[in-house]
């Protein structure tokens, strides 16, 4: 089975901090999503990858970044966290091309303080 | 732009009876439709996937449907039970050619009471 991985399940941090959230799969996928989740607001895309040491732009990527130097990884980084980044935040990977679905991990919950 | 919504936010079943949840989009039909389980606190996983040319996918005690004249697919779960219970996402992708990210519906939490 794919296993997407994120290192932390639950994380409280302090406004201004930078924060790390990593994610690692082990099936090789070449894309590689970021997605937070608020209630009322569903699933929102922050970043994607579709290759080593690429990205593209979601929907509400201000605030954040993301660093995918090798295919297996990619790192979510809050710049200076403020607390409406209190979220789930949930990584998934998938095989390129509208054929196959999305392998979501277990999702880290953020709070910023 | 295109939307997918999922029109209810709860659903309850009584267990044994067949669930039914509906995901709608605007504009264009999707090529693809994804439906996915989201139990609280977890990540969302993959169920199932349906192509616009396919009218009806099954899985166990799962069936989905797609119908691209009403621009609706629907998600059923027969013999429900109360294992079921969990939220249901349907998602596509924002281009026809698929090789754009995911977008969800805000999902439907199924109750099944024994």
């Known amino acids: 089975d794919v296993k997407v991985t994120q290192s932390s399940r639950y994380l409280v941090k302090r406004t201004g901090e930078k924060v790390f959230l990593e994610c690692v799969q082990d099936?090789?996928?070449?894309?590689m999503f970021w997605y937070r989740q608020d209630p009322g607001l569903g699933l929102r895309l922050i970043y994607f990858?579709?290759?080593?040491?690429?990205?593209e732009k979601g929907d509400i990527p201000e605030g954040y970044s993301v660093s995918r130097e090798k295919k297996e990884r990619f790192s979510l980084i809050l710049e200076s966290a403020s607390t409406n980044q209190t979220s789930m935040y949930l990584c998934?990977?998938?095989?390129?091309?509208?054929?196959?679905?999305?392998?979501f991990g277990s999702g880290t919950r953020l709070t910023v303080v | 732009s295109q939307k997918i919504e999922q029109n209810s936010e709860a659903l309850n079943i009584q267990e044994g009876k067949t669930a039914t949840l509906t995901c709608n989009y605007t504009?264009?039909?999707?090529?693809?439709l994804q439906w996915y389980r989201q139990d609280p606190g977890r990540g969302p996983v993959f169920l199932l996937l349906?192509?616009?040319?396919?009218k009806e996918k099954r899985k166990e005690r799962l069936k989905v449907t797609f119908d691209t004249t009403l621009k609706q697919s629907l998600f059923h779960i027969t013999a429900s039970q109360p294992a079921d219970s969990a939220t249901y996402l349907c998602?596509?992708?924002?281009?026809?050619?698929?090789?754009?990210?995911?977008?969800f519906g805000k999902g439907t939490r199924l109750s099944v009471i024994a």
């Open positions: 998934a990977s998938s095989w390129p091309g509208p054929n196959y679905g999305y392998t």
């Open positions: 099936m090789d996928h070449e894309n």
């Open positions: 990858s579709y290759d080593v040491k690429m990205k």
């Open positions: 504009n264009y039909s999707p090529a693809y």
């Open positions: 349906i192509r616009e040319n396919e």
């Open positions: 998602a596509h992708h924002y281009t026809l050619s698929g090789n754009t990210p995911l977008v």
